[in-house]
């Protein structure tokens, strides 16, 4: 096991930079999520720890060790990737015994190595089989098989979930995460799915455009997001935004509604005594209240989920999703009432996005 250490590191094709000075600090033994949608980066930087790609600046280090110039097999890494990549005329033993074969491992702990990783993956029934007799969760985790065989310093995951259906998915989340808990081994893992960096990490680097939005845990990222675009990046719904300014110590919505603002009452003053300044006004789905007190909201689409109601409204002349526990009896063009808890609302300043107040 190892810490990762990435220090402002660039990647260049040509003259177009894809990363602009990325650092983060992965300690040893964390399970770290790179997250972001298409084309912010994400993979090109997993890729670059794992060696696959070159180094433009900066420095990537593996337990202390500086790697820009330390060829793939030499990191002590394995990767797993979206595609399983396994050898279709070989056994489920053989795929995961064959970079062990490669670097010439006596037979005696190869075959120990792929008893200890078939148990763990509930691998042991099937290592005989060919991949084309396997199921795609059982594919994935002879992928998984052949990257703990190696017993590597760092696991790095290149969204090994996608090509899997909604249900395998939920379930191949939960054993990558007990594996991580018994192995205690670093792991990054690139995905484009919230949800899974929201489940799965120790630790999660948001990423846009080939920058690091915010670094934090999943509950400090959902709970105090530093920008607009984290804030409607992480949670599923996302959040809703409201446009607006403050007024006489609340929140006056373009379409003239008035909601309180955080740690406020209405009458206070308002958030950094900023009277008139232009503000986003953010809240979650599940943080809208149904109350005979509020304000009216119209109706368009009602989806019940069995567990929760999301409810798609307009309010004050802005789409937002509501998502109650309740049940919800109203039908598209009516009006309920709603209110939104001023201590779980967001902030944000229009020109840079970024949060205001605590």
Do not use: W
């Amino acid at each position: 096991m190892a810490n990762v250490s990435i220090r402002d590191v660039r990647k260049r094709f040509g003259t177009t930079e894809v990363l602009h000075g990325v650092s983060v600090e992965i300690d040893d033994g964390e399970f770290v999520i790179l997250v972001g949608p298409s084309g912010c980066g994400k993979s090109t930087l997993l890729r670059m720890i794992a060696g696959l790609e070159n180094i433009s600046a900066g420095e990537i280090a593996i337990g202390g060790r500086v790697v820009n110039n330390v060829a793939p097999k030499e990191r002590d890494i394995a990767m797993v990737f979206q595609n399983y990549a396994l050898y279709p005329h070989m056994t489920v033993r053989d795929n995961m015994a064959f970079a062990l074969s490669l670097a010439k491992v006596p037979k005696g702990m190869i075959e120990q190595q792929v008893a200890r990783a078939a148990q763990i993956l509930g691998l042991a029934p099937y290592l005989n089989r060919y991949p084309r007799q396997l199921s795609g969760g059982q594919r994935q985790r002879v992928a998984m098989g052949r990257a703990i065989v190696r017993d590597p310093q760092v696991f790095l995951f290149d969204e090994p979930l996608s090509n899997l259906d909604a249900k395998l998915r939920v379930q191949m989340r939960a054993e990558i995460k007990e594996l991580h808990q018994r192995l205690t081994t670093t792991t990054v893992y690139v995905t484009h799915d919230q949800i899974e960096a929201m489940t799965m990490a120790d630790k999660i680097v948001v990423m846009n455009s080939g920058n690091v939005e915010q670094i934090g845990a999943p509950l400090e990222l959902y709970d105090h997001p530093n920008n607009l675009f984290v804030a409607g990046f992480i949670g599923s719904p996302a959040m809703n935004f409201l446009q607006g300014r403050i007024e006489g110590g609340s929140f006056r919505a373009a379409g003239g509604a008035a909601l309180p603002l955080p740690g406020r009452t209405n009458g206070s003053a308002g958030a950094n005594g900023a009277e008139g300044k232009p503000i986003v006004y953010g809240v979650r789905p599940e943080h809208f209240q149904l109350s005979a007190e509020g304000l009216p909201a119209t109706v368009h689409v009602i989806e019940p989920t069995g567990s929760e109601t999301q409810v798609m409204a307009d309010f004050a002349g802005t789409p937002i999703i509501c998502a109650f526990r309740e049940r919800v009896s109203a039908k598209p063009g009516e009006t309920i009432r709603i209110t939104a808890d001023p201590a779980l609302v967001h902030l944000f300043d229009v020109d840079s996005g970024q949060r205001v107040g605590g």
